[in-house]
């Protein structure tokens, strides 16, 4: 049944209702010719429309006050509506869609992922390998600004103690620091230990004004206490951790004689020297005692030097006080005074610990460290803006370079 020609579409929709209702077509049949292409509405739907249509024809054949205007303007309403529900299924069509597609590429992108992995090569597994040998280990403990001497309290904001040094607290410290390397020692053996104090062990000699009035006891005093002190930690060091144990003590600025002011007027002429003379002595004595009981006692002090070169396993390292704010220029100055080669350059002064990487080195990277000080956070320290806790430095060297590195925090 299709639409003649010069029918109007009132006409040609009033022809398909009366063959729908004298079954001629039925409700699908209807709905397609009555709206083409645009038919997306179910038999259920165009059921409703065709009685409420077949309503809408007997009323416009009884009304005999209808004008042409108010039935354009009623099927200009009915046409909106029946748009806007053909709309709302477009809609929904759409975003059914578009979460079909959605899902669709997710679950094509697994399986490109699942046939790719079937695809490649099977992982080929070893065994291990392990080395039957270990090589050998040395640790280095890093040691600076023992300030021995000095009687230091420094308050936080709210009045809190945040550090309290003097001797006796200087002792506590270096005791935990022992118990601290024994117990690593459990977890991390080394074959010997190589301990390096990088200077500014006494205090009293730098600026005797501010110096004298934050000490404990007199700078004679205090080096003997500190030297006796050190000998004894020394020796216990090599009998706790039962290794061979190296003492290697390098010069601070603290410690450098200023007899008639306050610069350092005779640089050679330091305290140091007497410290080590003292530890040598005692540290001798205990080897000869040792050995007179049929023991063997691996305890080397090496003489007093402004600088202390090592070389582990081809890593050259240089420890000093550092009195200097930059490493940079003290690196170059020593490969260039001394004629070597330093892949590390250690040094204390500031109070503070960090470390730096300036370049590649022989077995990684040429590396600048601070060591953190015994005595902890003071004035000075405060006036330079480095504030930090007391600490020591500890580094493991074996041949494959830096094995281990840790920073012990002693207060």
Request: proline residues 2%.
């Amino acid at each position: 049944m299709k639409q003649n020609e010069g029918e109007s579409y009132i006409g040609y929709a009033r022809r398909l209702t009366s063959a729908l209702e004298d079954k001629t077509i039925n409700y699908k049949q209807y709905g397609d010719l009555l709206l083409g292409v645009d038919n997306v509405y179910s038999t259920e739907n165009i059921r409703k429309f065709y009685y409420c249509f077949k309503k809408f024809l007997k009323n416009l054949d009884d009304s005999a006050e209808i004008t042409d205007i108010a039935l354009a303007k009623e099927l200009q309403e009915i046409k909106f509506e029946t748009i806007k529900e053909r709309k709302k299924i477009q809609t929904i069509n759409i975003e059914y869609n578009k979460n079909a597609r959605e899902e669709g590429r997710f679950e094509l992108y697994l399986e490109n992922i699942a046939n790719a992995v079937k695809n490649l090569k099977p992982i080929e597994i070893k065994p291990i390998t392990y080395k039957k040998e270990i090589g050998e280990k040395t640790g280095v403990i890093f040691i600076s600004d023992a300030h021995y001497g000095r009687d230091v309290i420094m308050h936080g904001l709210f009045g809190e103690i945040i550090n309290r040094y003097n001797p006796k607290e200087f002792e506590t410290r270096m005791n935990s620091l022992l118990s601290k390397m024994v117990n690593d020692s459990y977890l991390l053996p080394v074959d010997k230990i190589d301990i390096i104090d990088c200077g500014d062990n006494i205090e009293g000699i730098l600026r005797l004004g501010e110096s004298l009035k934050n000490l404990k006891s007199g700078v004679v005093d205090s080096t003997i206490q500190y030297a006796e002190f050190m000998a004894n930690w020394i020796i216990r060091c090599h009998n706790e951790l039962n290794i061979p144990v190296t003492y290697t003590l390098t010069g601070g600025n603290h410690d450098i004689l200023r007899l008639l002011e306050s610069k350092a007027n005779f640089e050679e002429e330091t305290v140091a020297k007497f410290v080590y003379d003292h530890i040598n002595l005692r540290v001798e004595n205990s080897k000869l005692k040792s050995r007179l009981n049929n023991k063997q006692m691996f305890i080397e002090i090496e003489p007093y030097n402004e600088v202390a070169y090592k070389n582990y396993y081809g890593i050259g390292l240089l420890a000093h006080h550092g009195s200097g704010k930059n490493l940079k220029n003290d690196i170059e100055y020593y490969e260039n005074h001394y004629q070597v080669g330093i892949d590390i350059l250690v040094g204390g002064h500031l109070h503070s610990g960090y470390s730096e990487t300036i370049g590649i080195g022989y077995m990684g990277d040429r590396e600048l460290i601070r060591v953190p000080s015994i005595c902890g956070d003071d004035i000075f320290s405060k006036n330079i803006k480095k504030g930090a806790r007391a600490g020591a430095r500890y580094i493991i060297f074996t041949e494959d370079g830096k094995d281990f590195e840790k920073t012990y925090h002693l207060n």
